[in-house]
């Protein structure tokens, strides 16, 4: 019964041997995991999301607008080393900034490079274009009180909406354009308002002198700019400036 014991002893003593030997070796790897992790970094969200605010702010096409960026995504977010983190994004095609966007993100450690990961976002354009007043009939030349400047978000046109509307008086609508609708450079053209031989009124003010005179158009002219008219009364070559279709004007 002794050796019974002695053998049990023996064997309870082997175990705890054992499982002491297992507590150790998994707090020795414990402390090797920390100190290795101490050694690496996550590089966070917020500084791919600060970087690339400031990315955008500086790109040239994007300086009078405003840009409202969402649903900010980055791939590749590997551990880096420890140490002061630089993060430059660079742009990897020619197309307007806006919608989905992807671009480059090269991570640096104290100015080496260590990573290259990849942030995508959706951005949201918002900037002043010119917009139509009221109803433009197709064919109907553009005045200045057709139009008008509201902030309007540009996302899916960045490339076809129109800035500035002054260069668009005396262009002619390709389509109609609706009240409201943003001006676009396919929906308008620049046609001549009046054509060689067409039958204008020639409009002559003086103070409260009013006179208009029929006339003949002897060039093709554009609104707003000179053009020889023969004087239907007296047969005589004048210059006059378009005002539309039908109208020309002698300034005095």
């Known amino acids: 019964m002794n050796k019974v014991w002695q053998i049990g002893f023996l064997l309870l003593f082997l175990w705890m041997g054992m499982t002491l030997s297992w507590e150790l070796n998994r707090a020795v790897a414990s402390e090797n995991a920390s100190q290795s992790g101490q050694s690496d970094q996550t590089v966070p969200l917020e500084l791919f999301r600060q970087a690339f605010e400031e990315f955008v702010s500086q790109q040239p096409d994007l300086k009078s607008s405003e840009a409202v960026i969402s649903r900010l995504k980055v791939v590749r977010n590997h551990p880096v080393p420890a140490g002061e983190v630089d993060i430059q994004l660079l742009r990897t095609n020619n197309r307007p900034l806006s919608r989905y966007v992807r671009v480059k993100a090269v991570v640096s450690v104290d100015g080496i490079p260590a990573n290259n990961a990849e942030v995508s976002a959706w951005l949201d354009v918002f900037e002043s274009v010119v917009c139509a007043a009221r109803d433009l009939p197709q064919g109907h030349v553009l005045k200045s009180r057709d139009l008008c400047v509201e902030r309007r978000n540009i996302s899916?046109?960045?490339?076809?909406?129109?800035?500035?509307?002054g260069p668009l008086v005396g262009f002619v609508?390709?389509?109609?354009?609706?009240?409201?609708?943003?001006?676009?450079?396919?929906?308008?053209e620049k046609k001549p308002v009046v054509t060689r031989g067409d039958q204008v009124t020639i409009l002559v003010e003086s103070g409260l002198l009013r006179v208009t005179i029929p006339g003949m158009v002897l060039d093709d002219g554009f609104a707003g700019e000179t053009v020889?008219?023969?004087?239907?009364?007296?047969?005589?070559?004048?210059?006059?400036?378009?005002?539309?279709?039908?109208?020309?004007?002698?300034?005095?």
């Not at 899916?156 to 509307?165: I, L, P, Q, Y």
């Open 173 to 188: 609508a390709k389509h109609t354009v609706r009240k409201g609708d943003m001006v676009k450079h396919w929906m308008v």
């Open 228 to 252: 020889a008219v023969e004087n239907g009364m007296s047969n005589k070559k004048i210059f006059a400036r378009v005002i539309d279709e039908v109208t020309v004007r002698v300034d005095i």
């Open 156 to 165: 899916k046109s960045m490339d076809e909406v129109v800035r500035d509307a």
